[in-house]
Structure formats: structure tokens, C-alpha cells
């Protein structure tokens, strides 16, 4: 949903950073409503936890198999620490860099804000 705050709605805080603060109650529901849906992921996924525990458990921490399900030990490698390989340190790795990613990330505004 793409939500189109109009001119009269947006009042600058910080122009360098593009930091607005949004008069409109439609952004403040939509924020609500993704903290709302973090929140019960959340629990869901410490549900999921313990229900993949027990399975380890029940399978003996090896692979298995029953009732049309199959539970996999699939082990990958860990990544390798460039900064620990003498002759990488004085070569310029930027080069070799893929494009960055942008991330986004709602958080609860402290009350002396």
C-alpha cells in the first residue's frame, strides 16, 4: 500500500538526512499496525523455536523421516573473516564490493523525544 502524504501533512526536522515527521493518522495506523505484526512474528517464531528443539529431540539430533515429513540436518559453511588474511590487508577490497542494500527499521519514539 502506498500511502501519499500531501504538502500540508509533512513538516521538515532535518533536511540533510531527509528526517520528516508525517501529520497523518493513516501513517501513524499503518506504523501501529507493522509493530502490531513484529510483535506476534515474533512470539511465532519463539514458538518456532521450541517446536524445531523438540523435533531435534525426538529425531535424536540426526536427519529423519514419518508421515509424509522429512527433517534435514543441512550444515553450511561459515563465512571466512577477510580481515584475517595477511595478504588481503594492504589490498583496497572496495573494488570487489556488491551494492549495498538499504534497510528499513521502525522503532517506539521515547516519550522525551
Not at 521538515?12 to 510483535?39: C, F, G, H, P, Y
Not at 512470539?43 to 508421515?67: C, D, I, N, P, W
Not at 573494488?95 to 522503532?107: D, H, I, Q
Request: proline share 2%.
Amino acid at each position: 500500500m502506498v500511502l501519499n502524504a500531501g504538502i500540508d501533512q509533512v513538516a521538515w526536522i532535518n533536511r540533510d538526512e531527509m528526517e520528516i515527521i508525517v501529520r497523518d493518522e493513516s501513517w501513524a495506523r499503518v506504523a501501529r499496525d507493522l509493530m502490531k505484526t513484529r510483535q506476534e512474528r515474533k512470539k511465532y517464531e519463539e514458538v518456532e523455536a521450541k517446536l524445531m528443539e523438540t523435533l531435534k529431540e525426538l529425531s535424536q539430533h540426526r536427519s529423519s523421516r514419518f508421515g509424509g515429513f522429512v527433517f534435514k540436518s543441512i550444515e553450511r559453511k561459515g563465512s571466512v573473516d577477510y580481515t584475517l588474511i595477511p595478504g588481503l590487508k594492504c589490498m583496497d577490497l572496495e573494488v570487489y564490493r556488491r551494492p549495498g542494500t538499504v534497510s528499513w527499521v521502525l522503532s517506539m519514539e521515547l516519550e522525551n523525544d
